[in-house]
């Protein structure tokens, strides 16, 4: 068999020894050819002698080419492995490399290699045998467990913490390389002359507490837990919490004390100023001239500020147990019946879109008494945007609505004198201009007369004087008709807007006396209600006269003071009814002529010219009887059938 490889057979023989020792063995010429593998080795790698001689760039290896075991080596090994064999061939320097070869399955696996020349009796050498050893595992073992013990020391010395052991009775036995770093002691500081722990670094106004809560540790086998000052290299003290924990054997026996010191300065000081600055809001809220409140996302209340609760008169959990969320009890005992309802609407409303809260409304204060209050409340949210807590603000504006009130009442009062002084102004004005010619006319007319019954009668001049009777009755006319031009109604600005807008316009124009009034306003109609081109501010106008007559008819009513607006579809014409709850209408028949007025402040030309302004529009306006208190003032308007769905 040695004749069959050539020079190389005693290398081959020395394979054929390896590879029954370790399984996997090679021989190379003195060019690196091969010329024996173990069929394991070719089988682990998939390459036969020939595809491992091939030279993959023409070149020989001894060269500096490329050989075919290389296209299987890991390309970061390739150039170094190839390099290293090359140097001992030429040199019979024993060959000793690692390296990552490519195995059949894809996967580099780390091999060490070694091969060793043999030599003639001359000492030249004849060839080369060696092995490859799959020592992986060992490399990602030993990898391992070099970034373990890396991965801990860098653990052990960069942790924000001072770590330390001591022996089972409490003896110190270590110190990290930061204990010292940061405290200046080390381990022989940190021990007492007995044995002891010294425990120089703390503060001296703690150390007693420290040291007892150590030993009883120590002696009943407790985790020890403590906080105290500990001083630091420059000299200064910082809040340290220390831990221990005691290890023990497989019989439960404690055998040393491990323990951990961390910085928790920055955390105290932290507190004491959260602490200072929630009792500072806290006065500050508590001294506000405003009641405060909080609650849940659910709306439960949760707080109350002692303005608040002396306000109301009781706390917050005074109206739980009576079947009811705190949220009921507390807004059915505190807001005003006719109120309730629609702050009842407008909270849950808010806490169901998020959307801030702001309504006025009466309040109960403790002496029973209803005052007007203004509330205010948001949602707080957190980083997510969810709402973690909704905070309100009351401000009591009982004074302000008063006044509010009283300055209403004088504008009122104002502009009824200034109408009255017009209407004054205007009635001399018509009569000074009608009073000539109507004088005029009863002149000739007492003339015409005396010429008719004369003695004989003289028709002539009667006739004369009855013509300047008629030239003055047409001059009466015609101031008459200049009057009268000077209210009519111009059809130039009418549109088709819709109905709903001018409604809820009107309402909003009245929004503030209704609400100082007391007074609540239910709108409901159809929407889309498109009329024949109208006036938008004259209908406008009648909508604010019948709704402040509304008003005006409930001045006298304690409570349940509504006042209702329907919009709705009737054929082809549009009905808007104005339903009041107060006493009702007392002259039915002539609330409608000019002048004529139930109020002790009215001019009574109201309802005269709104019912003018519906009738030029093409519809009608008149009243009736709401049951079961009331008046309902009813007007209608021509439908545009050819817009309407």
Not at 212 to 240: C, K
């Amino acid at each position: 068999m040695a004749s069959s490889f050539g020079e190389t057979g005693d290398a081959v023989q020395a394979a054929l020894a390896i590879e029954k020792l370790y399984g996997g063995a090679w021989a190379i010429d003195t060019t690196g050819q091969f010329t024996y593998a173990t069929p394991t080795a070719q089988t682990s790698i998939a390459m036969t002698l020939e595809d491992l001689n091939v030279l993959l760039d023409g070149k020989p290896f001894l060269e500096g080419g490329r050989q075919g075991w290389q296209r299987g080596t890991h390309p970061d090994d390739s150039e170094r492995a190839g390099e290293t064999l090359r140097r001992a061939l030429k040199t019979g320097e024993h060959w000793n490399v690692e390296y990552r070869v490519l195995r059949a399955n894809g996967a580099y696996v780390w091999h060490r290699a070694a091969a060793r020349p043999t030599r003639d009796e001359q000492g030249r050498i004849t060839g080369w045998f060696g092995t490859a050893l799959d020592i992986d595992v060992y490399k990602r073992t030993e990898a391992a467990l070099r970034e373990r013990e890396r991965q801990l020391q860098q653990l052990i010395d960069t942790v924000p913490a001072l770590i330390w052991s001591t022996m089972a009775d409490g003896t110190p036995a270590f110190v990290n390389k930061r204990f010292t770093e940061v405290t200046g002691a080390t381990l022989e500081d940190m021990t007492a002359p007995d044995g002891s722990p010294s425990l120089g670094v703390v503060h001296p106004d703690d150390r007693v507490a420290a040291r007892e809560a150590f030993l009883h540790s120590v002696r009943a086998g407790a985790p020890y837990i403590q906080r105290y000052r500990q001083q630091r290299a420059g000299g200064s003290y910082r809040w340290t919490e220390t831990r221990a924990e005691p290890s023990r054997d497989e019989a439960g026996t404690i055998v040393q004390w491990y323990g951990l010191s961390s910085d928790i300065h920055d955390l105290i000081t932290t507190q004491e100023a959260l602490r200072e600055s929630e009792q500072h809001l806290q006065q500050l809220v508590e001294t506000l001239p405003a009641l405060i409140y909080c609650a849940l996302p659910n709306g439960k209340p949760i707080y109350r500020s002692q303005r608040l609760r002396q306000y109301l008169g009781f706390n917050l959990e005074d109206t739980d147990g009576l079947g009811k969320s705190r949220l009921d009890g507390t807004l059915d005992a505190v807001i005003h019946p006719d109120d309730l309802a629609v702050v009842k609407e407008r909270y849950a409303h808010s806490l169901a879109t998020g959307e801030p809260y702001l309504l006025r409304h009466r309040l109960r204060r403790f002496d029973g008494v209803y005052r007007w209050v203004e509330t205010r409340a948001s949602a707080m949210r957190n980083g997510d945007g969810e709402i973690v807590q909704w905070n309100g603000i009351c401000l009591d504006i009982e004074d302000q609505v008063r006044a509010q009130e009283e300055l209403s009442r004088a504008q009122e009062n104002l502009a009824r004198s200034s109408q009255a002084a017009s209407l004054a102004e205007l009635s001399a004005s018509i009569a000074h201009e009608v009073n000539q010619p109507l004088s005029a006319v009863m002149n000739y007319s007492s003339a015409c007369q005396r010429w008719l019954t004369a003695e004989p009668p003289n028709i002539e001049r009667a006739q004369k004087t009855l013509e300047r009777i008629v030239h003055s009755a047409n001059s009466a006319a015609d101031v008459v008709s200049r009057i009268r031009a000077l209210f009519k109604q111009s059809t130039d600005k009418r549109d088709s807007i819709e109905l709903g807008a001018v409604v809820r316009e009107a309402r909003d124009l009245l929004a503030e006396e209704a609400g100082r009034r007391r007074i609540r306003m239910d709108i409901e109609g159809e929407s889309g209600l498109r009329l024949v081109p109208f006036d938008r501010v004259q209908i406008q106008q009648v909508m604010v006269n019948l709704m402040r007559n509304g008003m005006d008819a409930m001045a006298s009513v304690s409570n349940d003071r509504v006042l209702q607006i329907r919009a709705f579809r009737a054929d082809d014409v549009v009905r808007i009814e104005v339903r009041d709850r107060g006493w009702g209408i007392q002259f039915p028949d002539k609330i409608f002529e000019p002048f004529f007025t139930t109020k002790d402040e009215g001019m009574g030309m109201g309802l005269a010219i709104s019912r003018s302004i519906v009738e030029s529009h093409g519809g009608q306006l008149w009243a009736e009887k709401h049951e079961p208190r009331g008046a309902k003032f009813v007007f209608t308007l021509p439908l545009d059938v050819a817009k309407m769905p």
